[in-house]
């Protein structure tokens, strides 16, 4: 079993940065596939980002490419996400999640490919 704490959200102005923090208990993420999505009032909970934590394959939702990053710290199991360049469009609840994956060249986009997900945190973005 893997908890997930998100922390790092918050309320800033177009054009600013913003991190984002995933910190993993219970086990390590060696062997699992991890990633970020967003959910905006209305809206359904989007793939934002995926990485292979083994090799730390990245895959990016256009949306986002050239303006996030995803990183990770395998000492502190911790997953991580700068936000560049930030947009009025991409205020919403912040998730991390998790699944186990022995697939490392496979990157997941569905929500529901996930097992684990943190408990979200808040991302305004005022123009």
């Known amino acids: 079993q893997v908890q997930l704490v998100e922390s790092g959200g918050g309320f800033v102005q177009a054009g600013d940065s913003l991190g984002l923090s995933c910190a993993a208990s219970g086990r390590t993420f060696r062997n699992y596939a991890v990633g970020w999505f967003r959910q905006a009032p209305g809206k359904e909970r989007e793939f934002v980002v995926g990485m292979s934590w083994n090799d730390g394959s990245q895959y990016y939702a256009d949306s986002v490419k050239g303006r996030f990053a ?3 710290d395998v000492a502190k199991n911790t997953l991580y996400l700068q ?3 930030l947009k009025p469009e991409d205020t919403a609840v912040y998730y991390c999640a998790a699944r186990t994956s022995f697939r490392p ?3 997941y986009i569905e929500p529901s490919a996930y097992d684990y997900w943190g408990q979200g945190t808040q991302v305004t973005v005022s123009s």
Request: proline fraction near 0%.
């Open 70 to 72: 995803i990183t990770r």
């Open 83 to 85: 936000m560049n360049s």
């Open 105 to 107: 060249e496979y990157i």
